[in-house]
Each structure stands twice: as C-alpha cells, then as structure tokens.
C-alpha cells in the first residue's frame, strides 16, 4: 500500500478545511438571514399592530364624530357605534326620530330592540340577587316628553314659580323635548319597588348600588352620575341608565366619566 505523500495529504487537509469553512460559513449565514427575517416579521407584526390600532381608533373617532352630527342616522344605522349617539340640549335628536322596532318591557314600557335582551338579563340577574326594580321609563316620543316637560314645569309654577323660573327649574331634571335621551329608545329609568321616589335617596337603595356596581357588565352606564351636572346638564339621577355597549360602558366607568365626556373627550 503506496503511503500518502505530504504534499497530498496537505492538499487533501486543505480541502477538507476549505470545506468544513464553507460550511460554517453558510451556516453563518443562514443564522443570520434567519435572524434577519425574524426581525423584519416582527417589525412588521408590530407595524401591523400599530396600523390596526390606529384604524380602530380613527373608526372610533368617525363614530364620535357621527354620535354629535346625525344622531338620528346613528341611531337608524345598523353600523358599529349606534349606541354612541350622543342626545342632549347641545346636540338634539331630529324631533321625527322614532326607533324602527320596539319590544315591550310591560304593557307601558318599552325600549329599542337592540337592548331589549340586554336590559332584561340585567333586570332578572339583578332579581336572582334578591333585588326588586323595575323599569317605571323607557322610550318616550317627542310628544310624551313634551307632555312630561309640560307637566313638571306646571309643578313649579304651581308653587309659585315664574314661568321663565320655571323653565329653568324643570329642565335641571327633565330634557327639553327634542334634546331627551328616552327618545332613543336607548335609555331606561329604573326604581327600586322598595322606594319609588325620584330623589338622591333612590340612590341608597340596594337596587341602585347594585346596578351602579354591574349595570356596564350588560352595557349600561348611569348617566347622569353625582357632581356632574355642570357637564351632562342634568342634575343627579341615579335611576337613569343609558344602553352604549359592553366595550364602552366598561371603559366610561372605569374612568368615571360621562357620555359626553368620552365622545367629545371634555
């Protein structure tokens, strides 16, 4: 057997190094182009993320926007922010609104479809807690607030106040027809059966404190919630619940603030 010569085992230990290095060498770059790629996926899932997140909130922002324009439309739509349409004496509801379909609550209550389901889980969760309430409001036409505003201002008068006193005095705790929020069929008053007065005490019923506690669990806010009256126009009512959605009820709430306050961001 003919022994390998020093220069061919040289050339052979060459080769085998050359080889060996060119493999590391694609290996190395393989890594690399795959950490590469890796960071450029990712940048891009972020880009993506970012761009999806400010998608939603120009969406959100162009439903605001619609809430204080055209209510009524809002409110007609079966688009995402229905619910939003903000109603109040700065932004009225077109006095011809009407929700396209009601569901009764009783035989003299009703509310817009869209919550009916809704409202009732609340109602009978609220019950299976021990709780007794029942919804004394619901959607109200622009005649039936009139007569409400009407009867209210009368009240005042009748104790001695000026007409323009009046005036002033009813629309603290009764929307100006045309700018109320039960024409949207959206908003319920709702009363202990334990105390049935509309006063600050309705507050310190059971009733209240546990719809104050989970109404946003079903979409609901109160809506005119204490010490904000110099923003909602409307002096504290805690028996007024406003349908705006499970996603929005929970953000208005956790913030503590008020319907307007988010859509116009006051």
């Known amino acids: 057997m003919r022994r390998e010569s020093k220069k061919a085992r040289t050339r052979r230990i060459l080769l085998t190094g050359a080889g060996f290095g060119l493999a590391v060498g694609v290996l190395v770059t393989f890594v690399a182009a795959k950490t590469v790629i890796e960071r450029q996926e990712k940048q891009l899932t972020a880009e993506n993320t970012e761009l999806k997140q400010e998608n ?6 162009a439903q605001k ?3 204080v324009e055209d209510s009524a439309k809002l409110l007609a739509g079966d688009t995402d922010g229905w619910c939003l349409a903000l109603v109040n004496e700065n932004y009225p509801l077109d006095t011809e609104y009407e929700p396209a379909k009601l569901t009764e609550i009783d035989s003299e209550r009703s509310v817009d ?5 809704s409202l009732q889980k609340m109602l009978d969760d609220g019950a299976a807690a021990g709780l007794s309430m ?15 505003f009407n009867s209210t201002m009368q009240d005042w008068i ?3 106040y000026s007409p323009l006193n009046a005036y ?3 629309k603290k705790s009764v929307a100006v027809p045309g700018t109320s929020e039960h024409a949207t ?6 009363i202990s059966s334990e105390y049935e007065e509309l006063d600050d005490r309705q507050g310190d019923t059971d009733e209240q404190k546990w719809l104050m506690e989970h109404c946003w669990e079903y979409g609901f806010i109160l809506r005119y919630p204490e010490e904000k009256a110099d923003i909602t126009g409307i002096i504290y009512e805690p028996w007024h619940y406003r349908y705006v959605g499970e996603d929005v009820a929970k953000e208005i709430t956790e913030q503590g603030i008020t319907l307007e306050e988010y859509v ?3």
Request: glycine share 10%.
């Open 185 to 190: 069929g959206l908003a319920v008053d709702i």
């Open 158 to 160: 009748n104790q001695g």
């Open 65 to 67: 926007v619609t809430a």
């Open 113 to 117: 479809s869209r919550i009916a389901e």
């Open 264 to 266: 116009l961001g006051q």
């Open 56 to 61: 939603e909130k120009l969406e959100l922002q």
């Open 134 to 148: 029942y919804v004394a409001s619901g959607y109200r036409s622009y005649d039936k607030q009139r007569e409400v």
């Open 168 to 170: 002033d005095e009813t």
